[in-house]
């Protein structure tokens, strides 16, 4: 795998940030073992990119342990032979990464389906996956059971033929109560973690309407278009509607010692495989609700 790096950044810093799920002390080791190089030459942990560097790491660092099926409480909102619909909890990542091999929905895929029930092109660690929800956001996530349905799914998502609506509750209130967003969006050269509005980066399209205000809060619906990495918690940040709770992207003081975001995928429809437009919703989990009701955002 190859690089292009920033300028005055040190060398294990920038690949923690560009793989996070890979832990620094590793990142170090692997770039001591010389799996990690800069223009083919061995450099030290702290060397400091400089612009356009090549940055070339061994394929190696990405192996995996074999994934365990775990016994986990899968939400199975809808299934057929081809696919399933799952409304994901907070506190669950996707799937594997670097040193997170256990505790992931494609651990509690595999003992619910088996390995030979989920589609396995997209990767030895990504059985049935699809698309992806951030770690606590919750809400709803089609898997894939077979490879042809992976196909299809990924077909439509790529053509932005999914509709998909979160709700979400963020600081302040809006002057336009609807909208859409349309920007670009990259990695942020700060923070390479977060993603930011960047003209460099690829086009990114959000709808917005307030379902509900109260001085210094609103419950908002956001239908998004494209599908990029923390976009909704970007575009809302971009307008200056931070979500509540989001520990990277808030820079909101929080009161109510929530360590994530509040932020629920609602809804989703699409034509499948026998063309019929189907649709399926699932109402925002109980920390949601509860800060819902706190703030007097409920029903």
Known sequence: ?????????????????????????????????????????????????????????????????????????????????NYAIIDKDSNVIVHPAGSIIRGTLVNGLLYKYGYDGLSHIGGDDRPGIVHRLDKDTTGLMVIAKNNESYKYFKSLFEKRLVDKEYLAIVHGNFENKKGRIETFMDRDSK???????????????????????VAGYSLVKVHIITGRTHQIRVHMTYLNHPLVGDPVYGNVKNKFNLDH???????????????????????????????QNVLGLGE
């Open 1 to 81: 795998m190859k690089l292009t790096a920033y300028e005055n950044i040190r060398l294990d810093k920038y690949i923690s940030d560009e793989f996070e799920e890979i832990p620094r002390e590793k990142i170090k080791k692997f770039i001591k073992d010389k799996k990690i190089k800069v223009n083919m030459k061995n450099k030290k942990p702290s060397y400091r990119l400089e612009l356009d560097d090549e940055i070339y790491i061994d394929d190696e660092i990405f192996d995996i342990p074999a994934i365990e099926a775990e016994d986990m409480n899968l939400n199975i909102v809808y299934e057929n032979d």
């Open 261 to 291: 975001q509040l932020l629920h995928c609602t809804y989703l429809g699409f034509t499948d495989q026998n063309g019929e437009y189907v649709n399926f919703s699932a109402r925002p989990h109980q920390t949601f609700l509860k800060y």
């Open 191 to 213: 923070d390479r973690r977060k993603m930011a509005v960047k003209p460099s980066g690829r086009k990114a399209i959000s709808e917005y309407e307030v379902i509900k205000e």
